[in-house]
Structure formats: structure tokens, C-alpha cells
């Protein structure tokens, strides 16, 4: 199991709590999926405090969501009754226990708080879980040209993962994955890869010595 106690900690303490949908994630989606109404099935992995859900409730299709926080399920559970049987706690890394295959499956920094192998493990169930052409949509996933890569700790030799963060965006929040192209090829090379782009920024005001990176990535199952 890769179910992180971190994360469960910091919704129990109202932290990370995003409610607005992510732009990047709402761009890609209607560009490479193309929702179609209720027939049109998509899975969230690592929905979060939901900020991505009003956003698919607006699109009428068939929302299902999974995050491995018992707290922050309760709460969207509470928040979001007439789709709460389809919001579920467990580990995407480990099963993806709805039934039938979906259209689109989405994730927005989540996949990324875990190792290289369950990354592997989760793009493997994606791929089982997708519909012939389906889509995947992953936003944010961390850059190695992000200045945190060359800090933390590796993990189990994992050089691609890193842990022990006390400060900054990844602060308490346990394994944090960095991935470069040749990585993210690798890892999707069972897909078909519609769009990949890396994002580099740099704060001017004020100035710091920090640069933020991260890569989107729009695929199809072939």
C-alpha cells in the first residue's frame, strides 16, 4: 500500500484544502477529450478537496473519484451528495476498484507523490481501466529542473523520488517524484503521447534564486 499518512495529516489539519478547478487540467481536458454528457465516464485520481469536480458536474458526465484520504473523502462525501457513491477511498496505486472502463482519466499532482514503481503500478491499472482511445490527462507533474529536486532525500535509491521536505511547497507532504522526458517516455510508453509540455518559471518580483518546473501530459490508450 502507498497510501500517504502525510497527506491524511494535512487534510485532518485543513491544509492543501484547493477548491478552485486547476486551469491547466480544464484546458486539456476539452482540448484532447472532449467531454459528451452523462454516457461519458471519468475517473479523478487524487481528487483532493475536490477543486476539479464542480468543474465535471458542469459537463454532465459520469464523475467517479478516489483519494487515499479517509478525511477529505468524508468531507466531499458530505459536500457533494448526488455523487458521493462514486467517491471512494483506497489506493489508485495499488487497484482502481470501480467497475467498467472509463473515457478519461484524470490526475493533478497526485500520481507524483509516490515511487517510481508505484507510478508504474498506477499507469499500469490507468491503462487497464481505460476504454480503447481513451484519454489521460496528468497536470503538474514535478520537473527535475525544479530547484527542490536537488534537495530532500532519496528514496531506496529511487533517484527520481525524494522525501524529508521541511520547508516549502513540499513541506510535510512525504515522496514527491521529479521526472525529465526521457523518464516521463519511459513511464508512458505503453500510451500514445498527444501533447507533453514543461512549464519553467521563474518569480522577477521579488527576486529569489528559486525556478519552479513541472510537465503536462495528454495521452490516449491505442
Not at 482540448?31 to 477543486?51: H, I, Q, W
Not at 451528495?81 to 489506493?91: A, E, H, L
Not at 499500469?124 to 527535475?144: A, E, Q
Request: with cysteine; hydrophobic share 35%; net charge negative.
Amino acid at each position: 500500500m502507498t497510501i500517504s499518512e502525510e497527506w491524511e495529516k494535512c487534510f485532518k489539519e485543513n491544509l492543501q484544502l484547493s477548491v478552485w478547478p486547476w486551469s491547466d487540467l480544464v484546458s486539456y481536458v476539452m482540448r484532447y477529450a472532449c467531454p459528451t454528457g452523462n454516457n461519458f465516464r471519468v475517473l479523478e485520481l487524487g481528487c483532493g478537496a475536490g477543486a476539479n469536480i464542480p468543474f465535471f458536474i458542469s459537463l454532465e458526465v459520469d464523475y467517479f473519484g478516489i483519494d487515499g484520504s479517509s478525511t477529505i473523502i468524508e468531507m466531499l462525501k458530505n459536500k457533494f451528495p448526488s455523487i458521493s457513491k462514486n467517491i471512494i477511498q483506497g489506493d489508485f496505486t495499488s487497484k482502481i476498484p470501480f467497475e467498467g472502463n472509463f473515457d478519461l482519466i484524470v490526475d493533478r499532482s497526485a500520481i507524483t507523490h509516490n515511487t517510481t514503481n508505484g507510478i508504474k503500478n498506477c499507469l499500469s491499472n490507468i491503462y487497464d481501466k481505460l476504454k480503447k482511445n481513451g484519454k489521460y490527462v496528468g497536470i503538474d507533474w514535478f520537473s527535475t529542473l525544479n530547484s527542490d529536486f536537488l534537495n530532500g532525500q532519496t528514496i531506496d535509491g529511487d533517484k527520481f523520488t525524494k522525501t524529508g521536505y521541511e520547508k516549502g511547497m513540499f513541506s510535510k507532504v512525504g515522496r514527491v517524484h521529479f521526472s525529465d522526458k526521457n523518464h516521463l517516455l519511459e513511464l508512458f510508453s505503453d500510451f500514445e503521447i498527444l501533447h507533453l509540455e514543461h512549464k519553467i518559471i521563474n518569480t522577477e518580483i521579488p527576486k529569489n534564486s528559486h525556478q519552479s518546473a513541472w510537465w503536462n501530459i495528454a495521452i490516449q490508450k491505442i
